[in-house]
């Protein structure tokens, strides 16, 4: 074999190996590429933010008890990455009590309606804010008297039901961490004030949910 087709040869087995190699570089580059672009993404300020989960309350009109439920929050920055955001909150709770003699079941269900408004400010993956939602609290209260069918009562004065609808405002800090692209965690509770009888009643109101941004 003379020089002139080795060299041939070399060059022939050479030409895939170099393509393969190019191939192969493109590929790297371009995932590199996708993964930065996911980083940045990721970390970019939401402009939107979606969260649905459980909620914690000092029921707005029993004395005692744990209401417990769920809730939903959209909240819309006006600028992406600005400090300002507004939006809306509702959530459904319920909460029993046992009042003393003559013993009834107490159990309300709670609508909570508010439209918020929140300082916030981002920071990597994380979400800081606080937020003032104002609106109102539906109260369906079902007061039932226990053993009032064993004493012969008739079913009107076993059972009693009111509709009422409350004034209220929340005062909440807020915590949003993204974990995995747009979805994550989030973390908010702070005092509530309801208007009950003439006066102003405090309480405490908390949540844990699932968040979506974009």
Known sequence: MNQSHLQ??????????????????????????ARAQSDAEALAPPKNTLDAGLVLAF???????MSAGVGATFMRAATRGGWLAWGARASWSTATEYSPAPTYSVTNEEIRLR???????????????????LGGTL??????????????????????????????????????????????????????????HGGVRTGWTSGLGVTWQH
């Open 139 to 196: 109260v369906y209260e079902d007061r039932t008297l226990v053993q009032g069918a064993r004493a012969g009562l008739p079913a009107s004065e076993q059972e009693i039901t009111s509709w009422a609808m409350l004034p209220a405002a929340d005062f909440e800090g807020i915590v949003v961490l993204r974990v995995w692209n747009s979805w994550g965690m989030s973390v908010s509770g702070g005092p509530t004030l309801h208007g009950l």
């Open 59 to 65: 029921p707005a009109a029993l004395v005692t008890g």
């Open 115 to 133: 439209l918020c408004g929140q300082l916030q400010h981002a920071v990597g993956r994380g979400l800081f804010g606080l937020r003032v939602g």
């Open 8 to 33: 041939d040869c070399v060059r022939l087995a050479s030409g895939p190996r170099i393509a393969s190699v190019a191939t192969l570089a493109l590929l790297l580059a371009g995932a590199a590429s």
